[in-house]
């Protein structure tokens, strides 16, 4: 009977969530700084978390940001870290068309989330992906996951559920990439080479750790294309080359004193 009634309880709060609210797509790709400053945001969180986890998801928005993301123009995520304690990170995510949402913060691997709509048992494949495209970004790993629902109370969840797919990680010296499908003489290089495969592999973590300072997808998206133009013309620069190793040094020492001046939009 308390099972029934708790679900009873459950369903009749995700319809009264069940509403369309649409304006946090006009967000898609700002910085959630922006979307966190809007005076419908704090009220819209505090409806869709439970009160014993909203504030510090609305802390945790309110630091150094990342942008605002819109997946199938209907699910939106926002996520920051809390201001002067970055190690503490907060996330919000709503389904536009339903109204329902979730909150999150995570410190030290251990992720907090909830939902006054929501069961532990029923988040949306949506919004898993979303979670675990957040925590990968942040170099995050899970190893615990608490759950607490409309009435505060907290169930555990089984942390491999926001384990991403798995992916190619670079050896300690690098190079950045999978050597067994580097193709071009240039890549070929650069794996043989100890010296440029480590030079590479700082290059890729400075390009992350910039990539991550830009709170809009509109400057990420400038850093990409800006580094995928110097690869293309690193190539074709040191491809023919007499000495093709010494090439390839100078071009990533000429592209690294660029990253450290770069500057979106310009």
């Not at 969840?157 to 990439?177: L, N, R, T, V, W």
């Not at 999978?178 to 480590?198: G, Y």
């Not at 491809?239 to 979106?264: E, G, M, S, V």
Request: aromatic content about 8%; hydrophobic content about 40%; glycine content about 6%.
């Amino acid at each position: 009977m308390k099972k029934l009634i708790a679900l009873l309880a459950l369903t009749l709060s995700a319809l009264a969530h069940a509403d369309v609210v649409d304006w946090p797509l006009s967000y898609d790709g700002q910085s959630t700084n922006s979307f966190i400053w809007d005076k419908r945001a704090k009220p819209l969180i505090q409806t869709r978390v439970p009160s014993k986890l909203s504030r510090d998801v609305i802390a945790g928005l309110g630091g150094p940001p990342d942008p605002v993301f819109v997946v199938d123009k209907r699910y939106v995520s926002a996520s920051a870290c809390e201001a002067h304690a970055c190690p503490e990170k907060g996330f919000f995510w709503i389904d536009t068309q339903t109204g329902q949402g979730l909150g999150a913060v995570i410190y030290d691997g251990e992720l907090r989330l909830g939902s006054n709509s929501l069961a532990a048992a029923q988040i949306p494949a949506a919004a898993r992906r979303a979670l675990i495209d957040w925590t990968s970004a942040n170099d995050i790993k899970v190893t615990s996951v608490e759950f607490i629902d409309r009435s505060g109370a907290s169930a555990s969840i089984d942390a491999a559920q926001f384990k991403p797919a798995p992916h190619f990680e670079p050896a300690a010296g690098g190079p950045s990439y999978d050597c067994k499908a580097a193709s071009t003489r240039v890549e070929k290089t650069i794996c043989a080479d100890p010296a440029l495969a480590s030079q590479d592999l700082a290059m890729a973590k400075h390009v992350k750790e910039l990539r991550q300072g830009y709170a809009t997808i509109a400057d990420r998206t400038m850093l990409r294309d800006f580094q995928r133009k110097w690869l293309k013309e690193r190539d074709a620069t040191c491809a023919a080359a007499a000495d093709i190793n010494a090439c390839i040094a100078k071009q990533y020492q000429t592209q690294d004193d660029r990253l450290r001046n770069w500057i979106p939009g310009r």
